[in-house]
């Protein structure tokens, strides 16, 4: 398998996973920022295009960039014959039709999710389950400051499953609030305002607090170290090839 991204800090992290797991092995690294330099402990070199993938066998990608890099990838994988596990975020929703069309046309799959931790996609999954006895939701998401997008991926995934489980369309893209105070948010789907914190020293925190007359109930997931989200990453990369098409979330993966 390869990694795009190989030298930023969860593509390092993912290096690091896949050498530990005696079923993968990790064959390719793709970063231009690092091309040419040595980045795994096992003395694998960084690439800087992705024909490093093809040369090199790959039948598994994972990607985590930007979200325009991880577009240009994605197209990549899909017209190779590479399956591809993305955990990038920031997609529009036209580059998310495009994604979905060129995997369910071609042969090789892809699973996108904007979180691989376990523990958040049980969250998510909680709160869908407790969005039609409330009255009122507000979602929270705290990360560390250099995460470029806000809200986050799961954050706006999360009030697009809430306003579905009420019964309401998921809406587009997240917006300001007319008419209220800035400090309210973004409607991140109808009736679900998303509230993002950006402060060093976080990783990925997402809460979601819902409340009715006389009563409040708080749902939270803590990833306090990326190797929170390495279970979900693993078990998307050995699954990615059985799943046809293009897969949004792990939510079929672990059969939730």
């Known amino acids: 398998m390869g990694v ?6 969860m593509g390092a992290t993912v290096c690091a996973a896949v050498n530990a797991d005696p079923e993968l092995e990790l064959v390719a690294a793709v970063d231009p920022a690092y091309a040419g330099k040595e980045l795994d402990p096992a003395g694998l070199v960084a690439s800087s295009a992705p024909e490093a993938m093809a040369e090199a ?30 955990g990038t975020t920031g997609f529009s929703e036209a580059v998310l039709a495009e994604m979905k069309s060129l995997f369910e046309a071609g042969q090789a799959n892809c699973v996108l999710a ?98 009715t007359a006389g009563q409040v109930l708080t749902l939270r997931h803590d990833s306090l170290d990326r190797a929170s989200f390495m279970p979900g990453v693993l078990l998307a990369i050995k699954q990615v090839p059985a799943r046809r098409g293009f897969t949004v979330g792990l939510d079929p993966l672990l059969g939730i």
């Open 4 to 9: 795009f991204g190989a030298g930023g800090r």
């Open 57 to 86: 066998g790959v039948q598994v990608a994972v990607d985590f960039t930007l979200a325009s890099a991880a577009a240009a990838n994605a197209r990549w994988c899909a017209g190779n014959g590479v399956h591809a596990v993305i």
């Open 114 to 211: 904007p979180n691989f931790a376990i523990g958040a996609v049980l969250l998510m999954r909680f709160a869908e389950l407790a969005a039609p006895w409330f009255e009122t939701v507000e979602i929270v998401e705290l990360h560390h400051d250099a995460k470029l997008d806000a809200p986050s991926g799961t954050a706006m995934l999360t009030a697009a499953r809430i306003a579905s489980a009420r019964g309401r369309a998921p809406g587009g893209p997240a917006r300001a609030q007319s008419g209220v105070l800035p400090a309210r948010g973004v409607e991140g789907a109808p009736g679900v305002n998303v509230h993002s914190v950006r402060l060093r020293g976080l990783v990925a925190h997402h809460e979601v607090l819902f409340g």
